[in-house]
């Protein structure tokens, strides 16, 4: 049942997770209990779906900045700062030779695919993103879905032992090991150094609310503390239970959809779709956490990348 306040209505979509908001154009400014119904209704449902909001992308970092200061893209393969450093440019679309596709086979794209991993956003930064939103330019008419799982669910309906036993560890992130998974030498040497492994926080609580979550991901390397092998079991476990099929809403992508999802307590991955023959254009915004999730944030020993796991983790 929509619940309605002003002119803005709040319906949601999935038992889990997710509301589609109606009655606000937000491409231009919004008065204070408009914010404050999508603010509320962000927390309370952690992916929020906005259709038919042709942004331009001023609009979209505008709209955006309103969540809190926005995080600067890292240099990766296809970023060639052609748009705003706020701005990602997640497409197929190569600017290099005249707007022409890029298959998966183009190294780009394969970079790109690592977004078909169950993933939050940043998770590999000394502060984790707090917000993500995703504007859809173009898009399929078959394929490139994206889907959601909420971490909060998940925490939710773990047995009390396992909660306990969750309690204050601490998670390995790197995007060189997410990546390495897909395949090896997607970064130059000169990006390797700029990505180093940090710490996070295992459970997660929303500041505003309390709702604890459980805070995993593709990123998620090893636990601390831990046999390497016995936590990578833990991590797999942990996604299995958050990511049960009847845990996921997909969300089928409409020209001019803009999603926004919490990536501190929200999992999310992209669906595959005919690079070769559709095009797909997309915008991000993405809204910097609060601050580091653990203490202190950095590892606190030397953790070199080679793609191997290095001598002593976890121990």
């Known amino acids: 049942?929509?619940?309605?306040?002003?002119?803005?209505?709040?319906?949601?979509?999935?038992?889990?997770?997710?509301?589609?908001?109606?009655?606000?154009?937000?491409?231009?400014?919004?008065?204070?209990?408009?914010?404050?119904?999508?603010?509320?209704?962000?927390?309370?449902?952690?992916?929020?779906?906005?259709?038919?909001?042709?942004?331009?992308?001023?609009?979209?970092m505008t709209f955006s900045r309103r969540f809190g200061p926005l995080e600067t893209t890292i240099n990766s393969i296809g970023q060639e700062r052609r748009l705003h450093p706020n701005l990602v440019d997640l497409s197929n679309i190569d600017p290099r030779r005249d707007g022409r596709l890029m298959g998966w086979d183009d190294r780009r794209m394969l970079y790109q695919s690592g977004n078909q991993l169950w993933h939050?956003?940043?998770?590999?930064?000394?502060?984790?993103a707090m917000a993500s939103l995703l504007s859809g330019r173009e898009v399929p008419a078959v394929g490139g879905e994206t889907e959601f799982v909420s971490m909060r669910h998940a925490y939710a309906t773990l047995p009390e032992e396992t909660r306990r036993r969750l309690e204050g560890r601490v998670v390995v992130h790197s995007i060189l090991y997410s990546r390495s998974t897909i395949?090896?030498?997607?970064?130059?040497?000169?990006?390797?150094?700029?990505?180093?492994?940090v710490r996070q926080a295992l459970v997660r609580a929303n500041p505003v609310n309390g709702r604890k979550s459980v805070y995993i991901g593709s990123h998620a390397w090893y636990v601390e503390g831990m046999d390497y092998?016995?936590?990578?079991?833990?991590?797999?476990?942990?996604?299995?239970?958050?990511?049960?099929?009847?845990?996921?809403?997909?969300?089928?992508?409409?020209?001019?959809?803009?999603?926004?999802?919490?990536?501190?307590?929200?999992?999310?991955?992209?669906?595959?779709?005919?690079?070769?023959?559709?095009?797909?254009?997309?915008r991000r915004t993405t809204v910097a956490g609060e601050g580091p999730t653990a203490d202190p944030p950095f590892a606190s020993r030397s953790v070199a990348w080679d793609g191997i796991i290095p001598e002593g983790v976890g121990l």
């Open 1 to 60: 049942m929509a619940e309605t306040v002003s002119r803005v209505a709040v319906t949601p979509i999935h038992p889990c997770l997710g509301a589609r908001v109606e009655g606000v154009d937000l491409a231009g400014p919004l008065d204070e209990v408009t914010f404050q119904r999508i603010f509320d209704a962000f927390q309370e449902y952690s992916v929020l779906v906005f259709q038919d909001q042709r942004l331009t992308d001023e609009q979209q």
């Open 120 to 128: 939050t956003d940043s998770s590999f930064k000394p502060v984790p």
């Open 183 to 197: 395949a090896k030498g997607l970064f130059d040497p000169e990006q390797e150094r700029e990505q180093p492994p």
């Open 229 to 282: 092998d016995e936590s990578c079991s833990l991590l797999d476990e942990l996604l299995a239970h958050t990511t049960r099929p009847e845990h996921v809403y997909q969300h089928r992508w409409h020209a001019w959809d803009l999603v926004m999802w919490d990536n501190r307590c929200v999992l999310h991955r992209g669906r595959p779709w005919d690079a070769t023959l559709h095009r797909r254009v997309m």
